[in-house]
């Protein structure tokens, strides 16, 4: 081709380039949260991960860089190499490929490579403690280092290993990482809980939600349960039911693989059954947007965690946090708000789907992520409450031994756990294509897993066991005697080919703060939960809880009242799982300013009526019960232009009713799956996210209503006819309620909220019903009309054949 043929006029190559451009720093700064360039000019949110402190000096405002390193003659050095390369005439016309996302055999070195997957995988199928020992070979003695731990060993003063403790000590340390049914098939999802539950280690659900059948055990005691429930910023399928079947509830607030950007499941991977576990709808895409909907601050992730410690008393709770500069301050703050364990993600790890800019360049090394954040808990006397857990490409026992004496008690594995299971990282994870039937939904691929879970239990057993051989190596017996004694590490000494290596600084890194402070935990958190009002409310309500019989209790309450309704929501979600009691069962009123989350996590047969205000988080998680708010009875103010509730309500409720007699604030119903509710005016972000439920709104609304809403249906009264301008359109349409059925359905659910609360505005409503439905607004997202359309044409077909058939 000639080079006129291949030549663009100016203003379009100038065109492409700059939308090329902006598209990725659009990317980069929905990522990190920024809107405009000006707000955040020389506010040096980055990180400077092997710069030397005179070229951050010099060159990038003075940024921290922990672990020092190049300097400007390195780089010079490294662009003049590279551009000789580049115009070398042996090239001949093609560029060497580096492989820095897929694996290239002459390219940069990958920690997973054929030889060390193909090693692992035999090891583990045959049962060969001695071809796993090839293995971690492998891995520990590479040429070149990849990951930080690299340059770094332990000192050694040998002790017999009868001494050491036992393998399943060690085995309880062990948990694998948050990956969601749905995002790997369910052989798989299955296989690492059923391995996990037999070692006493924990799997994790991640943010897909768990399928009910698998809570109880199977008739041979093989249990598929995981022990750890994942409650992201997605809450899907996080019902009361599935919280209490929790041994550990995880908080993602960040994840190593893609700090500051939510995971997304493409449409072609939802089919009926993670559907149903996610509480959406087949063929639909699920968004997982970063977690600021409902954590706004360190309070409000206080109150999460209080909300769950109340619904789950005997679970742990812990927060999932990223690798990055200053998590050791956050984790601070989440010691304070009373988590019990906190997780530090490396960016090493993650999942195949991340994209490759959140994979090469977000996040930081767990080392020096775990380093800061065990520095800061020690020095301001909190370690000791909590648990830290690291994770970030763990494979053998040299990592673990090695993050154990950076602070490490507990361990996380995802990558090697599925490499063990039949993983062979084809990175096609989102594409729904996974060779070996590990990360797919497709029925005909998934027939080609072989992972069995005795290969998991082979793999922890012997890392275990590793683990035992280093610690009679190191001269202790137990793993706690190492926890956060960097004072044994010492750098590798050795014929390192790269001079660069040599400017690594692990000064800082390996400090350890000299006070009489713990360094691992010893202490559990006291999360106040024990005289809490749900306590007497349970005591009072015993006979609609054992014997289902009608009980109607009254109260009076406080801002200071926090959750009510999530500890005995959880009681009768032990007992009777998700279909809760019979309607009516447990009716109970309350006066006065309700708290925080009133109503969280509410079961079917329990109805809260509040005659007064609430605060924010009202009906958190519904998972079936009814809540109405009203006004004082005696009261004098018009209801429908007054706020009576607060930020937040409804925030991912799977089930159930809310009728609200005035207006609340901001985030009304986002993340709602399944819940119904009605309104008298909403702040901005109203049914944001939204995958399934009814919502009315009998009066204004904020900006930006129905952002990435995909499911469900909305109703707004459009008394002044903007709100076109007020709803974002990019996913939904809008329309005048013509169809017989839904003039039905909101004359119904207006009718209801008038019931319940005794709403003037509804009352005037249904008075002049023909009038005032002709002034409504339905906002359905376009996905899921589609969705509905195929439905209703499948059943119209299938009338239509079975009446051919009669014929």
Partial sequence: MKEKEIQLDYATAEKNYIKSICKGLF???????????????????????????ELSKAYFGGIGSPISGIRLEEIARDAITFHDEGFAEEVGGMLHHNGLYAYRKDGEEHAWNPETISTLQLATRLGSYKKFKEYTHLVDEKEKPIFLRDFLSFRRNPISIDQVEPVENILRRFVTGAMSYGSISKEAHEAMAIAM???????????????????EPLPDGTSLRSAIKQVASGRFGVTAEYLVNADEIQIKVAQGAKPGEGGQLPGFKVNDVIAKTRHSIPGISLISPPPHHDIYSIEDLAQLIFDLKNVNPKAKISVKLVAESGVGTIAAGVAKAKADLIVISGAEGGTGASPASSIRYAGISPEIGLSETQQTLVLNGLRGQVVLQADGQLKTGRDIILMALIGAEEFGFATSAL????CVMMRKCHQNTCPVGVATQNEELRKRFHGH?????????????????????????????????????????????????????????LARIDNSAAIRHVIDQDHGISSVKDVTIIDAAQDAIEHEKEVSLEYTIANTDRAIGAMLSGVIAKKYGEKGLPEHTLNIKFKGSAGQSFGAFLVPGVNFKLEGEANDYLGKGLSGGRIAVLPPIRSNFDAENNTIAGNTLLYGATSGEVYINGCVGERFAVRNSGATAVVEGVGDHCCEYMTGGRVVILGKTGRNFAAGMSGGV???????????????????????????SYRKELHELVRQHYLYTGSKLARTMLDDWNHYVDQFIQIVPIEYKKVLQEEQMKKLQQKIADMQRDY
């Fill in 453 to 509: 879970s005795e290969y998991l239990v082979n793999f922890f057993t012997y890392l275990a066991q590793e683990v035992r051989e280093h610690l009679a190596e190191m001269g202790f017996t137990q793993m706690n005697d190492i926890i956060g004694r960097t004072d044994l590490i010492e750098r590798k000494t050795g014929n390192d080919p790269n001079p660069k290596h040599e400017l690594v600084d692990f000064t800082r890194l």
């Fill in 714 to 740: 909305a109703y707004v009264w459009n008394k002044d006819g903007n709100f076109d301008y007020f709803c974002n359109m990019e996913m939904v349409e809008l329309s005048l309620i013509e169809e017989a």
């Fill in 419 to 422: 490499i063990v299971l039949g």
């Fill in 27 to 53: 990317k980069i700064m929905s990522k990190m949260g920024i809107s405009t360039i000006r707000s955040y000019r020389g506010a040096k949110i980055f990180e400077a991960v092997g710069l030397s402190e």
């Fill in 197 to 215: 539950n037999r070692i006493h280690g924990r799997s994790n659900t991640g943010e897909g939600g768990e399928d009910a059948s698998r809570f």
